[in-house]
């Protein structure tokens, strides 16, 4: 007796062409459910009907297909004896469907999987050699090291040395690059370097930004003559990050024509609207080496004249205002009023009805941590109380004074961390390295910086963003 229901399953209603099948599906299916026919047995009940010529099937036996499915009668369509021999030898038309069925199913043998096999395939022996270019990169980024050495000529000893070291200790790459990569797809091009190079630096700097999460910060800038006599403006970002510690980061590293103020000040505004950052996020600003810079201090209205008028009551307000926000000896130094004072200086970030919500919140504040909370009676500087209001969440209970501290930490006295990128930019562009190009020193100086935001970031991601700076020869 023939399995129904292997020959209904190998059949399919495309494939087989065998209407007997179909109907002897539809009345078994029912008959076990014991239900009536689905919606789906409906149609192909109505397929057959339509194919039904006096109470006959018919099936076509000519390739070429016609006008009716069938030129022969198939009488016995409704007997189970009648399906043996619809089936008949196995070069029949039936089995031979049944075979083309089977094909078709084996998804190993068509041409969509051999292609995507072998896209596979060329995929992983493209990402291979990019992950060890990527892991030497890096390497070379956080040791300040050359990429190249005066000789590259495939006959030179030192050529590829650290790529040659790197695939010897790690078996999975090793037959993946060099001389096991296709000659034309090695990832070792200066032009790849520098686009892995340039990715390292797009995503350090992302996550700086990420860090720094839409806050207010303070530009620290210096300028300075690079060992190519090129003039080198170093701008430093420092902010207040979501646990509450006082970061100095390098952003970027811009060369300039000139020393003057609007070249000066075009650098660092186009600085800020490549990363979608506005001036007036600006809260302080610190600037050393020209004169000219100075026109930077008061970043909002540029009137420094005005500035100038007021700079001693100022200063002396803010100094005071800062003096009795500080926490030694459990805030003995504290004064509402003149903390009150200190946040009429800005303005922008304390309107009329802030300040009464202010003065509120001063009022409980100190009574909490002074008195209340133990936890914050052994503090000893503005940045220790940074840290513990958000230790312990009240800064969310007191955002006002929060914002308060976090602007009084922004007001930067030095400019060591400019100070620090000058002294690593001799180290990255020396005497024997003079040509380097600006992007490509400053893809280098910023991971090699921060190093620790650098080595928090995964390969793939530096990765993906090597993949979307251009098309490559494969897209992973």
């Known amino acids: 007796m023939v399995n129904w229901v292997q020959e209904i399953a190998f059949s399919g209603f495309a494939a087989c062409c065998c209407r007997p099948l179909l109907l002897l599906a539809v009345a078994a299916r029912c008959s ?24 006959n099937l018919y099936y076509n036996t000519n390739q070429g297909g016609g006008e009716t499915f069938s030129t022969i009668g198939f009488k016995s369509w409704n007997k189970k004896g009648g399906l ?21 199913l084996r998804q190993q043998q068509s041409i969509q999987f051999a292609f995507e096999r072998q896209s596979n395939q060329l995929k992983h022996g493209y990402l291979m050699p990019l992950i060890a270019s990527v892991d030497v990169v890096r390497l070379l980024i956080s040791r300040g090291f050359a990429f190249r050495g005066h000789d590259e000529s495939k006959s030179s000893l030192s050529r590829d040395k650290i790529l040659s070291w790197h695939a010897k200790k790690y078996d999975k790459i090793r037959n993946y690059v060099l ?8 990832m070792t091009s200066p032009m ?53 510690f006082v970061m100095e980061r390098l952003i970027d590293i811009v060369r300039v024509q000139d020393t003057s103020a609007p070249s000066l000040k075009e650098a660092i505004f186009n600085l800020l609207a490549q990363h979608s950052l506005s001036p007036s996020s600006v809260r302080g600003q610190c600037y050393d080496g020209t004169s000219n810079m100075q026109v930077f201090c008061n970043i909002i209205d540029w009137q420094l004249q005005e500035l100038n008028d007021r700079f001693d009551e100022v200063t002396t307000d803010l100094l005071h205002g800062i003096a009795c926000l500080n926490p030694i000896n459990s805030f003995s130094s504290f004064d509402l009023r003149k903390v009150m004072r200190m946040a009429e200086l800005y303005p922008d970030d304390f309107d009329e009805s802030n300040m009464s919500i202010l003065e509120n919140q001063l009022a409980s504040y100190i009574i909490d941590v002074h008195d209340v909370d133990e936890r914050f009676s052994d503090l000893n500087g503005l940045c220790n109380l940074s840290k513990r209001l958000v230790k312990t969440k009240k800064h969310s209970n007191y955002p006002l004074v929060f914002r308060l501290v976090k602007l009084a930490l922004l007001l930067p006295v030095v400019t060591a961390s400019v100070e620090r990128a000058f002294s690593a930019m001799k180290f990255i562009k020396n005497d024997l390295r003079s040509q380097m190009s600006d992007d490509f020193f ?35």
């Open 442 to 476: 400053s893809g280098c100086l910023v991971p090699y910086l921060e190093k620790d935001v650098f080595d928090n970031i995964s390969n793939d991601v530096i990765i993906k963003t090597f993949q979307d700076m251009k098309p490559r020869r494969i897209q992973l």
């Open 84 to 104: 043996d021999k619809h089936i008949g030898l196995p070069n029949s038309i039936h089995n031979r469907s049944k075979n083309k069925c089977q094909d078709l």
């Open 32 to 55: 076990a459910t014991g239900g009536s026919p689905t919606s789906a047995d409906h149609f192909i009940l109505s397929y057959i009907r339509d194919s039904t010529i006096d109470g």
């Open 179 to 186: 001389e096991h990569a296709p000659s034309n797809d090695q």
């Open 192 to 244: 790849i370097q520098k686009d892995i190079v340039s990715a390292c630096k797009i995503e350090t700097v992302k996550a700086i930004l990420e860090e720094l999460n839409g806050d207010y910060f303070a530009l620290l800038v210096d300028e300075s003559f690079d060992v190519s006599h090129k003039e080198q403006m170093a701008i430093v970002f420092r902010y207040i990050d979501r646990k509450g």
